[in-house]
């Protein structure tokens, strides 16, 4: 009995040792914190009723298209676990050169990598900004994966992945919202993907601030509310918002298809990532899109897609899961889906470019 008590004492505090050393390797956000604002020299303010042009872009951590990752097919069974440093230094130039070509007064970036063993441990903010030739001299960021150590066969070391804003006009603050997470046992939930949505004061001359938010949904959440959970979540920010009165622009990978577009339509191997319940459906209900739930719907649909999987099953653009919203006191001018070259082979993902203006007040 006493070598039994002993033996247990010794799985129990090796378990005990274990969870404390994977919670100080992990990321643990509180539900609001404040995130560090980057600003050089004398940034520009924005003037009432200019036009703004914004690109998000889910980048895919700079990986290209030439890879079929781990994760893109179903049973997990992609043959590749990581992009190779001459495919990231090829991608950062399409990116950077498409970005000049557009030259947008915001991007959001969705899965920049920092500090992540697939890409070589590198802050990928600090790879792409030498290359936009200084357009952007305010920015800000919001880690939503961060560990020291995950031990997936697939992994097997250091995790780190953000959202970020790059803006060419002075950001006041900035904030980060942690979204709900999937239900999963302790152990797991430290070690996941923390999403969230990073919110972005910027000034406005004469007039109260507009706030750009980016985020960045759950993907692999099936037979669980979180995405009804996340999506409800973020309605409460963007109605908090509308009670300040203050306008607003959101943008990301929501990672949810259109309401009214099934998922029948898709290839069985994308239609297993979403369900039938149009967990989006409120965002489009209460709030302007850049593209409507028709035109999604419509005949044309095919030039709203924003995702190109890697998933060698599918060969082109199939779905639209990346959105833009905006306030009620701000105009759409344009909207497009980029379909470039150096668009579509730079991710998973096609970048999508709309410009505003915002009402005088």
Known sequence: MKLLKRILFVLLSAFALLL??????????????TEEVKCEGNAPTLEPSQSIKVLSWNIQYFAGKDRVFWYDVPDDSGPDTAPSKEEIESTLKKV???????????????????????????NQSERILPLL????????????????????PKIMGSVGMKLTIFSKYKILSASRHQLPVPPADPLTRQLSLKRALL??????????????????????????????RQVHYIEGVLEQLDLKKSEWILAGDFNLLPPGFARSQLHPNGAYYYSDEEEISPLFKKWNSTATKEELNGPDKEKFYTHYPNDPEIAKPD??????????????????????????????????EAVFTISPR
């Open 319 to 352: 779905r639209t899961i990346d959105y833009i919203f905006y306030s009620k006191g701000i105009s759409k001018k344009e909207y497009s889906v980029l379909r470039a070259k150096e668009a579509s082979e730079s991710s998973d993902h096609l970048p999508l």
């Open 20 to 33: 404390l050393l994977v919670y100080f390797s992990t990321f643990h956000p509180n539900d609001l914190e």
């Open 96 to 122: 950077a050169n498409l970005i000049l070509e557009r030259d947008p007064d915001l991007v959001l970036f969705q899965e920049v990598d920092d500090g992540a063993k697939k890409t070589y441990g590198e």
């Open 133 to 152: 030739s200084d357009l952007y001299p305010c920015r800000t960021e919001a880690f939503y994966w961060k560990a020291g150590f995950v031990p997936h």
């Open 199 to 228: 919110e972005a004061q910027l000034e406005v001359k004469g007039q109260e601030p507009i706030t750009i938010l980016n985020t960045h949904l759950d993907a692999f959440s099936m037979g669980t509310d979180t995405m009804h």
